[in-house]
């Protein structure tokens, strides 16, 4: 089993910036990619960014390219995710999810572990 918690999440105005932290707990060396997922009310839950165990390799949404960077610290067991530039369409509670096999990685069906949210509020 793997345990996830996020931390790092506030109400901030738009263009500031929002680091998000994820720990991660047990059984970590099962784990080949952890990622963000954001889902904002009455949305889909969307992909944002994801990082390979290694910190080797980062894939980021479209929408967030440029502008949010993913990072991890392997050691630690830690990924962050720092938000930039956040604009009120940027709302949504932001999970932190784990990979344990394979699959697109932008699915969030493709992972098998995830924690249980941080609110991330953008105001005008």
């Known amino acids: 089993q793997v345990y996830l918690a996020e931390s790092g999440g506030g109400s901030v105005q738009t263009g500031e910036s929002v680091k998000l932290s994820c720990a991660a707990s047990?059984?970590?060396?099962?784990?080949?990619?952890m990622g963000w997922f954001r889902q904002a009310p009455g949305k889909e839950r969307e992909f944002v960014a994801a990082?390979?165990?290694?910190?080797?390799?980062?894939v980021y949404a479209d929408s967030v390219k440029g502008l949010f960077t993913i990072s991890s610290n392997y050691d630690k067991n830690t990924v962050n995710l720092q938000m930039n530039s956040l604009k009120p369409e940027d709302t949504a509670v932001y999970y932190c999810?784990?990979?344990?096999?394979?699959?697109?990685?932008?699915?969030?069906?493709?992972?098998?572990?995830w924690g249980q949210g941080t609110q991330v509020t953008v105001f005008l």
């Open positions: 999810a784990a990979r344990r096999y394979s699959g697109n990685l932008y699915d969030p069906k493709n992972y098998n572990y």
């Open positions: 047990g059984w970590t060396a099962s784990i080949n990619f």
């Open positions: 990082i390979s165990r290694s910190g080797g390799n980062t």
